[in-house]
């Protein structure tokens, strides 16, 4: 049973150009969250989505920033215009369930706008 | 507004003896606590949760103590070992958003041989 599969593990952009960032959850889980660690800070919660909706986008920025969990398919998270400031950590979670239980994390992806 | 706070950067502790690390939260809606341990280059890994209908949860070598009325948790980690090298992260959430974890900025262990 393969683990949360994030790809890239490392992306450089430059300024002004689309960053696509993708997770495959766990088998059997339907609950993705995706989360920001910029440096020498936690993480930050972003997004939570189940297949097709998002269920709670309050911690996403309202510009530049979207998030979607096809019926097949990946989860993408999608940074357009990119500015230095989104150079960051952002990792993906997956669980079978929203009650509560942990939610295991994907290895992430190192995104570097240069 | 830091939310959930893990007041100690680093900790280092020599091999064999007992690691604490600390964490106080500041909304009392919290009732759902986790503990993740992240190596460089990799995603958190879940280590220990605890609710907030108890004090303490042990599994293994590692224990989760939750006060609820300084609004305070704690992991121990007894007897540390050099494997146990990493950050750990303190995490919070509330029943009316359990998804939602709200995490500390980590506390840097190191486990001296």
């Known amino acids: 049973n393969a683990g949360v599969m994030q790809n890239p593990r490392h992306l450089v952009r430059r300024r002004g150009q689309e960053a696509r960032l993708r997770c495959s959850p766990m088998k059997g889980h339907s609950h993705v969250y995706w989360y920001r660690q910029l440096p020498e800070e936690g993480l930050k919660f972003m997004v939570y989505l189940q297949k097709e909706n998002i269920i709670d986008e309050s911690g996403m920025p309202k510009e530049r920033f979207s998030a979607e969990f096809p019926k097949e398919g990946p989860s993408i998270l999608r940074i357009q215009q990119v500015v230095r400031g989104d150079s960051a950590a952002y990792f993906c979670?997956?669980?079978?369930?929203?009650?509560?239980?942990?939610?295991?994390f994907g290895q992430g992806t190192r995104l570097t706008v240069v | 507004d830091q939310q959930v706070k893990q007041n100690s950067p680093s900790l280092s502790v020599q091999e064999g003896r007992i690691s604490i690390l600390n964490c106080d939260y500041t909304n009392s809606m919290f009732d759902y606590f986790l503990w993740y341990k992240k190596y460089p280059a990799e995603g958190p890994t879940f280590l220990i949760s605890i609710s907030s209908i108890k004090d303490k949860n042990e599994d293994g070598r590692f224990t989760v103590f939750l006060n609820k009325s300084a609004k305070h948790l704690s992991l121990h980690i007894v007897p540390s070992q050099p494997g146990d090298s990493a950050v750990y992260f303190c995490a919070a959430s509330a029943s009316s958003g359990t998804y939602k974890y709200i995490f500390g900025t980590g506390t840097r262990l190191k486990v001296l041989a």
């Open positions: 979670a997956s669980s079978p369930s929203r009650d509560g239980t942990e939610a295991f």
